[in-house]
């Protein structure tokens, strides 16, 4: 099975954003990949003026959250008030295959689908007065972020719409890993499990 890679735009954002936008574009990927009919659940953004659809999984919430915690742990310094790093989302089937004449068995991870998302987090203190400058750049900052996520979001869905013959029709787990550049190296990685479907999405 030949391996999809797909990797998006820099992800820019505030540290204090950082959560909420990994949070929409993880779960997006992970919706549009879904095997088998899914009914969304919505949901809500605190710090954007979005909303987007999850899977509705407590596991598939869990990895998230966890992957995204340990993302801090990996940034490297890209210049005052900045760290570098990059999530990995990979999407994979186990198969066993018999060895020595069938007596010995053994466990494979078939990798068929990659998305690298590069983030660069600021940890610019937020300029909280009520001047004038302030308050210009708290809009000027929050526009930005909501422009942002709403590319990245859109770039998930042109890639994801256009990539579907390398879908296996069995049920297939998920990692989610964050390095430093996301290639060789994975220093902290979540699993969790997809359901057992054919590739299938329901908007119903």
Not at 92 to 111: C, D, I, P
Not at 149 to 175: C, K, T, W
Request: aromatic share 6%.
């Amino acid at each position: 099975m030949n391996l999809t890679e797909h990797s998006l735009d820099e992800v820019e954002v505030e540290q204090w954003r950082m959560k909420e936008m990994l949070s929409a574009i993880l779960h997006t990927i992970l919706f549009v990949r879904a095997p088998g009919p899914v009914r969304p659940t919505e949901a809500t953004l605190d710090r954007f003026d979005k909303a987007y659809a999850t899977c509705g999984t407590e596991d598939i919430d869990r990895a998230v959250d966890e992957s995204i915690d340990g993302l801090m742990t990996s940034l490297e310094p890209a210049g005052p008030e900045l760290g570098k790093g990059c999530m990995v989302l990979s999407f994979f089937e186990k198969r066993v295959t018999a060895q020595l004449f069938g007596l010995v068995s053994n466990e494979e991870k078939v990798v068929w689908e990659q998305w690298r998302i590069p983030v660069l987090i600021s940890v610019t203190p937020r300029p909280m007065g009520d001047d004038t400058a302030s308050v210009i750049e708290r809009q000027r900052q929050a526009q930005q972020a909501d422009a942002m996520l709403q590319a990245r979001i859109m770039q998930v869905f042109s890639l994801a719409n256009g990539h579907f013959d390398h879908l296996p029709p069995v049920h297939y787990e998920f990692e989610i890993s964050c390095g430093r550049k996301g290639a060789g190296e994975k220093r902290e990685a979540v699993y969790a499990r997809m359901m057992q479907a054919p590739p299938l999405i329901n908007l119903s």
